[in-house]
Structures are given as C-alpha cells and as structure tokens.
C-alpha cells in the first residue's frame, strides 16, 4: 500500500551549498509539525554536500545533470511533490521550530490566499531583518523588504509576494500559473510568480511565527546578480504589468535601468548591467507572448497591492498591511475552554516571587517561569520551588537576555504545549485569588468577545501611585482615562502593562512575539498598539486585580515638600527613551492622540532629571542617547 501524501512537500534546490545544507535540514527535524515530505534536488553541485547527508525517512533526492536554476530546480520538485502544499526553502535558510505550523495554520485562516510569506531574519544578527515578503513598485523595482531593518514582529498582514527563500504556495494556485517561469532561472522568479498569481485573483499573507534564519547571497556572484536580477527585472514588468499602467510607467523604469547603468560606470559592474539590458531587450519578443497568456486570466487589480511611496522604495521598507477581518479568522475559545498558562519572567527576584508562584498555581493549569541569569543563591531556591510541583516549569537563562526575549521563551513553551489563554506576570506582581476567573466571566459576557484580544486587570500597589484608569481610544486621537473602578468594563484600551495581562493563545498566534531588540521597556505597549492595529480589542476589568510594583522610588524635594518620584537609572533612561522613538515611529498614524500625550510624557521625564533627580548629567546623557538611537534604528 502506496504512503498516504503529507500535508506539505517543501522544496529546496541545492547547488554548491556547503554545510549549510546539513543545517537546514538539522532544522526541519526540529519542526513541531511533522506532516510533510522533502523534495531536494541536486543543480549538478560538485561540492559533495548533498552525497554527505544523513538518510532521513522524509528525504528525496533529485539529481539533475545540469543546473537547471532556482526556478526550474523548483518546478522539477514541485512535479514530484506528494503534498498539498508546495514550501520553497533555500539551503541557506534555517526554519525556526513552528515555522511550518506556522505557514500551515496561515493558510488555513486564509483560503483566498495563493501564498505564504515568511518572516526572515539575518542569521548572523536574527535582531535585524533579511525580509518581510517581497514589495513591488509601479516602476517595475521589486526589493526584500526591511531588508537590515530592526527585527520588530508584524501581525499577520497582507503583502504583495513572498520571496521564495522561505515561502508557501497552494498547490492548486502555483499549477494554475503554470509554476515559475524556467527562463528567468534565479532571481525575480519569486516577483513573477506573486504577479501571476495576483492576476489570477490570490492574495498573499505573511505571518509572524513562521521564521527563518537567511544567510543569503551565499554560493553568488556580484556580476552573476546583476546580470539576472537586471535581466528579470524587465521580463517580470513586461510579463505582469497591466497594459495602462505599464504603458505609464515603462519609460520611468527605462529611465532608471539606464541610470543604474550610469552610476555603475563609477561603482563597477556596467558592462554586466548593460549586457543584461540588451538579453532583457531580445528576449521580449517571448516575453511578449507569455504576456498574452497571463492577461488572459487577470481577476482582480494588482496595481492595488503594489508599493506607490517613493519614500518607501527609496528606504526599501516593508509593505505589510492589516487584514481588516482577521479577528474573523482566529477562531473563539468555546465556553470550556479555560485552560490558562501563567509565563513568569524573573531577575533578582525578592522572597514576592512565592507569593506570585501561588497565586499563579492556584489560577493555572501550569507556571512557565523563565529566569533571567539570577544570582547562584536565588537559582538554587528557585531549582528547589520548581521541585515542589510538576505543574511549574523553570527555563534559567545563563545571561540576561532580556524581558522580551524570556517572554518569547515561555511563550514557545506554551505555543508547543497548548492552552488557551496565556497569563503574562512579572516576579513581583501578585494576582488576587479572582482574577483570572473575573476576567474570563467578563469576557465570556461580552457579545463581541472575538475581537478581544487582551484582558488587563486593576493595579494596585504598595507606595498608592499607581491610578486606577485604562487609557482608551476608539479611533486613536482622542484618549480618555477610563476608570478601571469595581465593576467596570472599560473598552478600546490603547495599551495595558504586560504584567497581569490575560491573552487569547491563537491571538497570539497572528498578532506574534514580543519585540525582543527592544530588550526592556515599551515592549507592552509595542505588543498591545500591534494587537490593535491587527484589528483587536484591549478590555480593563475593574472587578480583577492586580498588586503590582512599578520601578524604583527616590525621595525629592518638591516645593518645600518631600515626595516619593518614581525614578530609572541612566541605563534604563536610555533604553525608555530609544524604544519610546521606535513605538511613536511605527504606530503614530494609528494612535496619533497616545504619541502626543507619550511625547509630552518625555518632556516630563526630562524636566524631572532636571530638577529633583541624582545623576543628572549621565541621565541627561543617556536620555539624549536614546532618542538619537531610536530615530537611527
């Protein structure tokens, strides 16, 4: 009896690969969905690395006596791949644990869409990004977006194309196109298969779990990337392009292949360019006649989906845009589903920590708690506490990696592990006896709870500085306090601490991590203002509390009078200040009315360095630091 067909058949072209191709495939076997086939076909590599691979029950390889290219290399696999859906991953791309999940789960939410982009990060620095999908410009350039950009998570959104590096196609789309174009051999191929298919009426998504590691570039040329991504370039304009707009625009993309030309006279690489130029000009002909095919089956405006900022293809940045239904798509914990997970994050934590394990015990079905390289003596106590129940798991971390990233780390646990809703807690918050049933009763209350994405409670705390209010906006310029009192419901929250947070698990799953560059601080409020801009709702519950501690106090003379202000040191001013330019950079059209009041926040906080606080030279310094770093990043 023949094998039953997997769910997914992933693809990877080898030419001259090097180890990389060991460890890519290392990290498909530590994929946590295990439904899918390799197809690997061997380019006429020389290098040996494809007869060195260990046997792996889920590996084919094909081996070809000529190189056929990227894209031709891929239909070949695709012709021999059992799955439903057709993965294209390069050698040199190493897939995080759920990426496949990931990419699955993505398609399944989004049946209208023909692929799947991944999120793909440098994998010599995984804080900045090698690309998210691939933008393309009326003019005819198509770029990696945010290419060197810092690696802050995106919800799940639309794009116009994945890079075929590490991306998704349903099989019925991709043989519906007729499959990559064998003439463009590399580059580009990915541009033209995403125009095709959004002539035929798909859309493409990127998801935010689905993550790879990219080398790139790495067994390439200069001359050889210029002659095919030049040559593409043009071939892919002349095959997609609809005949107005390409008419518009032809002569602007003339314009600059030639002055690409020109500038290389200085910079090198202008015969490559130039003979690309004239293969582009003589293969039209051909191209010309491919057009008539894929005219032939447009259904829907691609110029739609197209970049049209100067500014943004100048600055190659990403073009990812919200789903508008996609709180429609998540599906909604039924009535049982009360399966919560409390993530703990610790460093240095005092004797409170126990009485947040037990509240957290007591309200959870399980404790994540991850620390963040604690001295000896707290981690052996926290070994020991760890021993006393089988529902408390400890991650140590060796050095801090910082909130974010330990976040990130429980989060994980619980991705692979299930539940249902995720109860964010910092080591010295303490959740009443009822908070997390409160929640849960309010929110199972509410006639629109699909569109809840975050649930926060009321914070109290020692020192009474802490305001019972939610700050709310419903279109994002006019905030108002909402009075988070016993037995209120306040709704449209802009942000909400992380600590006390309760989240819906497949919320997470499309609104994605937290920002782990930002280290510390504002990464709530970057998680909570990407919650909204996904579509989502933050809701404060007065009748659930939380007794937290908010940073360290320092005694001033205010006026005559001694007060207790809350203060950071010089090295967290610096951080507060970089990650506040980077929150306001990214979400000031959504929440115009937060960033003013965030700014006037700012001025405060320098005024009081100023005036009452120690260290103000290195605090002043630091606060500067901060605000030139987050405007560079």
Known sequence: MAAPSPLASILIVAYQSGPDLARCLDALDGQTCRDFEVVLVDNASTDGAVDTLAPRPWLTVIRSEENLGFAEGNNLAARSARGRFLITLNPDAFAEPFWLEAL???????????????????????????????????????????????????????VFGPCAAAALYRREAFEAVGGFCARFFCYYEDVDM????????????????????????????????????????????????????????????????????AVALLRGGAGTRARALLEAVRGLPETFRERAAISGTDRSNALAAMTWSPLRFLRRAPDTRPISDLPDRV???????????????????????????????????????????????IRTRLRARAGTSDRLTLIENDGNVGLAAAQNQGLAVVRRDGADWILMLDDDSVPAADMVARML?????????????????????????????????????????????P???????????????LLRRDVLDVVGPMAAPFFIDYVDIEFCLRLRRAGFEIVGIGDAILTHRLGEFEEAELLGRRVSLNTHSAWRRRLIHRNRVRVWRRFWREVPGWVAWDAAAAVYDVWKAVAYERDKAAKLRAIAAGFLSGWRD
Request: glycine share 8%.
């Open 104 to 158: 699955l789960a993505a398609a399944d939410r989004h049946p209208d869409a023909g692929s799947v982009a991944s999120v793909q990060l440098r994998d010599e620095d995984p804080d900045r990004l090698d690309g998210l999908g691939d933008p393309y410009a009326p003019w005819g350039a198509a770029w990696r977006g945010g290419l060197g950009a810092l690696a802050v998570p995106v919800a799940e959104s639309t």
């Open 194 to 261: 995403a125009f095709r298919l959004r002539r035929a009426g798909w859309t493409s998504v990127i998801t935010p779990w689905a993550v790879v590691r990219h080398v790139g570039s790495g067994s390439t040329t200069s001359d050889f990337v210029l002659r095919f991504a030049t040559r593409n370039r043009i071939w892919t304009f002349a095959r997609g392009m609809p005949a107005v707009a390409g008419l518009a625009f032809a002569p602007v993309m003339a314009l600059l292949a030639l002055a690409a030309v």
């Open 331 to 377: 599906p909604e914990p039924g009535s049982d589903a009360d399966r919560v997970v409390a993530v703990i994050v610790s460093h240095q934590p005092d004797q409170r920590l126990d009485a947040v394990l037990d509240a957290a015990l007591e309200q959870c079905t399980r404790v994540v708690l991850v620390d963040n390289a604690s001295d000896a003596a």
């Open 441 to 485: 009763q309010v929110w199972a209350g509410l006639a629109d709870r699909r569109r809840v994405g975050l649930l926060s409670p009321r914070l109290t705390d020692p020192e009474d500085t802490l305001k019972p209010y939610l700050l709310a906006s419903e279109s994002g310029w006019r905030l108002r306090r909402g009075l988070m009192a």
């Open 487 to 501: 037995g209120a419901v306040v709704r449209d929250g802009v942000f909400a601490i992380a600590s006390g947070s």
